[in-house]
């Protein structure tokens, strides 16, 4: 009986290593899909509140998925750069926001973002955020204003 168990258990081996290779091999084919996604546009915005300004570029993919990068420098405060990931509801762009604060030891945050698109201009609106299970979000029932913008976008080409 322990021969059969140690037959059986040698003839598995092979089995299971063959497929963890394809979920492997599958797994790269779903990340080749996923970046494979056709951009059907790129658009970029610079903004500028006084003496701070901003750049703003994203895509938006066949899937409806917007990505792309967000660089906000501060005179007073330094630089936040990050990317942004997130989708289109109606004319909002609703994205989350990754970016780093610091040069040496950068602190890494990742807050919701709302984009009002007006015309040709995306305008950077202001709400109450919350933190909820380590993840920030918008509180809900509450309004995201576009008017106390300090940051509107307009476009620039992209390079």
């Known amino acids: 009986m322990n021969k059969s168990i140690l ?9 299971l290593f063959g497929c963890s290779s394809n979920s492997d091999k599958n797994a790269k084919n ?6 494979a996604a ?4 790129e658009n970029c915005f610079v903004a500028v509140d006084e003496l701070d300004s901003a750049k703003l570029n994203y895509k938006i ?4 998925k917007v990505t792309g990068t967000l660089v906000i420098n501060y005179l007073e405060k330094g630089k936040n750069d990050g990317k942004i990931e997130g989708k289109f509801k109606g004319d909002t ?7 780093k604060i610091g040069t040496q ?3 890494v945050y990742k807050n919701p973002l709302a984009l009002l698109k ?16 380590g993840q920030s979000r ?9 008017d106390r913008s300090r940051f509107t976008f307009t476009p620039i080409s992209c390079k």
């Open 93 to 99: 762009l609703f994205v989350h926001y990754t970016f």
């Open 61 to 64: 993919l066949s899937d409806g």
């Open 138 to 146: 918008f509180v809900a029932g509450k309004p995201i204003r576009f």
């Open 118 to 133: 007006q015309d040709s201009t995306m305008i950077l609106g202001v709400g109450q955020i919350e933190t909820y299970l």
């Open 7 to 15: 037959y059986t258990c040698l003839f598995a081996l092979p089995y």
């Open 30 to 35: 779903d990340e080749t899909a996923i970046t």
């Open 38 to 41: 056709a951009v059907i546009s």
């Open 105 to 107: 030891n950068p602190t």
